[in-house]
């Protein structure tokens, strides 16, 4: 099945610098990335997502970037600021299967002020 | 803007016994989804449901699961038999649609916090 590995699994930066998160993946036939920001003990939140047929996408300070020659997705955020401190999960997704996202073990980013 | 809700928010019960989990997806959704979240760990996929059928199940989905859309509104996680091991946050999920071209997004609800004592 899909393997999804997510570096690195904690992330500290000093509040303006930037960040960034890379997952790879197994399976040459996933065909969109999500990530998702989780604040603690609340829901996943959707940030920004990929389809395979585009290379990078960006919104405001957050950008994420697809290779699907290497297999490997990362997202990008800018200016970080104390209210991008959360966990952030990576996804995959095979869209002929059900539809499952397989998810990537996740990053804690702290971003100190 | 329209929200997955999920009932209860927290949900204590003995091993052995039975509990049912409540999710109300968006309204226009077709596809719902149940995942698990172990404390501090990722989350996982549990299963798929699709016009009125299972999609999909993981190997966590045994036969101790079920799930059920017992109405236009409700999705229902029941387990059977709970096991110390079930303690988990669960979340239910919705999208629109699937296929290329349609949206893809999954929205999760809040949660339901899992306790197997």
């Known amino acids: 099945g899909e393997n999804v590995e997510q570096h690195p699994s904690t992330l500290s930066v000093q509040e303006g610098d930037s960040a960034v998160i890379k997952c790879t993946y197994s399976?040459?036939?996933?065909?969109?990335f999500p990530w998702y920001k989780q604040e603690l003990g609340k829901r996943p939140q959707l940030i920004i997502d990929?389809?395979?047929?585009?290379g990078e996408k960006k919104d405001q300070r957050i950008a994420v970037t697809l290779n699907k020659t290497a297999k490997h997705f990362s997202l990008h955020i800018t200016e970080t600021q104390p209210e991008d401190s959360a966990v952030y999960f990576c996804?995959?997704?095979?869209?002929?299967?059900?539809?499952?996202?397989?998810f990537g073990a996740g990053t804690i980013l702290r971003v100190k002020s | 803007e329209p929200e997955v809700t999920q009932t209860p928010s927290h949900q204590v019960t003995q091993m052995g016994q039975e509990v049912i989990l409540r999710c109300v997806p968006i309204?226009?959704?077709?596809?719902f989804y149940w995942y698990r979240q172990i404390l501090g760990q990722k989350v996982e996929f549990l299963v798929s449901?699709?016009?009125?059928?299972?999609?999909?199940k993981s190997e966590i989905f045994d036969d101790q699961f079920s799930v059920e859309r017992p109405d236009g509104s409700n999705f229902t996680l029941k387990i059977r038999s709970t096991k110390l091991e079930d303690s988990a946050m669960y979340f239910c999920?919705?999208?629109?649609?699937?296929?290329?071209?349609?949206?893809?997004?999954?929205?999760f609800g809040p949660g339901t916090r899992l306790t197997v004592t």
């Open positions: 990929i389809r395979s047929n585009v």
């Open positions: 999920a919705s999208s629109e649609f699937i296929g290329w071209g349609a949206r893809l997004e999954q929205y």
């Open positions: 309204s226009n959704h077709l596809y």
């Open positions: 399976d040459s036939a996933s065909n969109y």
């Open positions: 996804a995959v997704r095979r869209w002929e299967y059900g539809n499952k996202l397989v």
């Open positions: 449901f699709y016009n009125n059928e299972i999609s999909e």
